[in-house]
């Protein structure tokens, strides 16, 4: 769950996405947000924070970032946020490096999510670049 929310204006130049549902609902980037950083946590990702960028980039809304420790999590981690945020009616404009699984960033328009292998995180260091951006709270989902 979020706690420091923001709110996520709504763009009237960009139609809303259908819910599969038909319920014809947006899902507040917050809680895309959300979803990805439990898919993410699913899949025994590390790390994983969710950085308000609406104020520092302007393109962008949210950036879910989360580790892993080899390509083969890495890849798993972000089919299971393409599943999980396609369930919520989000389908990403593009992933990018799949090939090597270092960091792969999956572009969905107002939320990009970041999947590093730990090395890769540690040298590109997205935390600290981003330093200046809040940090949004959310809660993994408890252990079964």
């Not at 962008?60 to 089919?79: A, N, P």
């Amino acid at each position: 769950m979020i706690r420091a929310a923001r709110e996520d204006a709504a763009d009237p130049e960009r139609p809303a996405i259908a819910d599969p549902q038909a319920t014809g609902i947006e899902i507040p980037t917050t809680e895309l947000a959300v979803i990805a950083a439990h898919a993410i946590d699913a899949k025994q990702g590390t790390d994983i924070v969710v950085l308000d960028m609406g104020d520092l980039l302007g393109i962008v809304d949210l950036f879910v970032i989360g580790s892993g420790t080899s390509k083969r999590q890495v890849r798993t981690m972000i089919e299971e946020v393409h599943l999980r945020l396609g369930q919520s009616g989000r389908k990403p404009l593009r992933t990018e490096g799949l090939d090597t699984g270092e960091w792969v960033l999956a572009d969905y328009g107002d939320l990009v999510v970041h999947v590093f292998q730990t090395g890769a995180r540690d040298f590109y260091a997205l935390d600290r670049l981003w330093g200046d951006a809040p940090r949004l709270d959310w809660a993994p989902d408890a252990p079964d």
